[in-house]
């Protein structure tokens, strides 16, 4: 019964982007963001939530100067950025038209790759993951690149994988934000969505 399952709350905070991203470049298989964590911002959700566990995309490195949280990191390679195998790394105004109708389409595979859809399937099958081991009023936080955060986002208020591709172009995330969900058995209600760290900044 649904009464009888763990409510979950999760804290995701998207980290910067790369100057090539920001540039309009496709992000490489190897690129890590360099991530100096408020430390502002860590004692504001201390302060809010008793977090339980902490996951921090594979592909975002925490500066160790600036990390105050004093729980064990899970570094989470699911958590990291899609593969866009050989697209990756190119600039979009680069693409030609055929490869910009095809980089639009979730279930177009590039060469080495993955699809939108695969790389939603990935992140929606460890969110619901995170249930099958959780304890009631549990809090999780999650860290990872804000196209990481924008997808889960999708994910977490989609119905299904298909209909999360049509919230995914209705909401935006913001580099330095974060976003709260709760969730009991899959079933999840918004709590915050993409709060940016200097508004979160004006009301300590």
Not at 4 to 26: A, E, H, T, W, Y
Not at 47 to 53: H, P, Q
Not at 132 to 160: G, H, W, Y
Request: proline share 4%; aromatic share 10%.
């Amino acid at each position: 019964m649904m009464s009888n399952l763990p409510v979950v709350r999760v804290v995701l905070v998207g980290s910067l982007m790369s100057q090539d991203v920001r540039k309009g470049c496709i992000p490489r298989e190897d690129e890590i963001i360099k991530f100096q964590f408020s430390k502002e911002i860590q004692e504001k959700i201390l302060e809010e939530y008793n977090i339980s566990r902490i996951f921090c995309a594979s592909d975002v490195f925490l500066d160790p100067e600036y990390f105050i949280l004093e729980k064990n990191i899970v570094c989470e390679p699911k958590l990291k950025n899609r593969n866009y195998g050989i697209l990756a790394g190119r600039n979009l105004k680069s693409l030609t038209a055929a490869e910009q109708g095809q980089f639009v389409n979730p279930e177009y595979s590039p060469v080495g790759g993955e699809s939108m859809y695969a790389f939603h399937v990935r992140l929606k099958t460890w969110l619901d993951s995170l249930f099958d081991e959780a304890k009631n009023q549990e809090t999780f936080l999650i860290i990872a690149s804000p196209v990481i955060i924008r997808a889960l986002s999708a994910c977490i208020m989609a119905d299904d994988i298909k209909s999360s591709f049509r919230i995914l172009n209705k909401i935006d995330v913001f580099p330095e934000s974060w976003s709260v969900f709760s969730g009991r058995g899959g079933n999840w209600r918004i709590l915050t969505l993409s709060a940016p760290f200097s508004v979160i900044k004006v009301k300590l």
